[in-house]
């Protein structure tokens, strides 16, 4: 995982997901939904898609109301041109909030969790996920 901080959007596979996601829209977000599903049932979420389910869930606490000041420079076009084709998804609060969890559960469930664990920076990145389920819970 080439990461740089333990933001939402620094390492190169969740700003891989963010440029599916300007691309493909709400077509991206069904994606890797639909692959954490994979996953989970599997039971391990690879990085990529657990990268990708992190900036669904920055997307989509924005879309709601409960943005990440910091980020909306970076997402604010993208979300702009998909956000009513992303809010109309199904479930889409509960399947994101369930995949959030499942990346932030444990290292045997999830690489993010592990590959985090293993570069002495879990503490923040966990406690950055944790307000980004807080704000997606309160949108």
């Known amino acids: 995982m080439g990461a740089w901080g333990v933001g939402s ?3 190169d596979g969740s700003l891989d997901w963010l440029a599916d ?8 977000a069904v994606e890797v939904l639909a692959a954490t ?3 989970l049932a599997d039971g391990y979420i690879d990085s990529d ?6 900036v669904l869930a ?4 924005a879309s709601r109301g409960k943005p990440n000041p910091a980020l909306n420079d970076q997402i604010g076009e993208a979300l702009a041109r998909h956000k009513a084709d992303l809010l109309a998804i199904d479930d889409l609060k509960l399947r994101t909030t369930k995949a959030l969890d499942a990346v932030l559960s444990d290292a045997e ?5 592990d590959l985090w664990e293993e570069s002495g920076e879990f503490d923040a990145w966990a406690a950055q996920v944790r307000e980004l389920r807080a704000r997606l819970e309160a949108a």
């Open 37 to 39: 599903d994979e996953s």
């Open 58 to 61: 920055e997307l989509l606490a």
């Open 21 to 28: 996601f300007g691309d493909m829209g709400a077509a991206a």
């Open 49 to 54: 898609v657990g990268s990708g389910v992190v």
């Open 109 to 113: 469930t999830s690489e993010l969790y």
């Open 9 to 11: 959007l620094d390492n």
